[in-house]
Nanobody, 122 residues
């Protein structure tokens, strides 16, 4: 099983925008709801956005209205558009399998990529 590959992070000022991309292996992407997770220093990893195979989306309260998740099933890629970024959005962002309810518990078989660092300055 190949780990997802995340990209697109960087340093941005508060109020700015970024677009993250994640390429996942076909056996993961094609049959699963996908999601974006983030982990800030000293905190647990949290699932902030999810998208089902048919494109239905769900967001954590902390990012709703500012983040947009999308997927391209032909490319096996999931995206996260982040607008109106805040310093509290600073974290390493990962993609992986998820569920619509945002309460998916990753298993030992959910291999993680390196993530992409997002840093928002005030």
């Amino acid at each position: 099983q190949v780990q997802p590959v995340e990209s697109g992070g960087g340093l941005v000022q508060a109020g700015g925008s970024l677009r993250l991309s994640c390429a996942a292996s076909a056996n993961i992407f094609s049959v699963n709801t996908m999601g974006w997770y983030r982990q800030a220093p000293g905190k647990q990893r949290e699932l902030v956005a999810a998208i089902t195979i048919d494109g239905t989306t769900n967001y954590a309260v902390s990012v709703k209205g500012r983040f947009t998740i999308s997927r391209d099933n032909t490319k096996g890629t999931v995206y996260l558009r982040m607008n109106s970024l805040k310093p509290e959005d600073t974290a390493v962002y990962y993609c992986n399998r998820a569920n619509y309810g945002l309460n998916y518990i990753p298993s030992a078989y959910d291999y993680w990529g390196q993530g992409t660092q997002v840093t928002v300055s005030s």
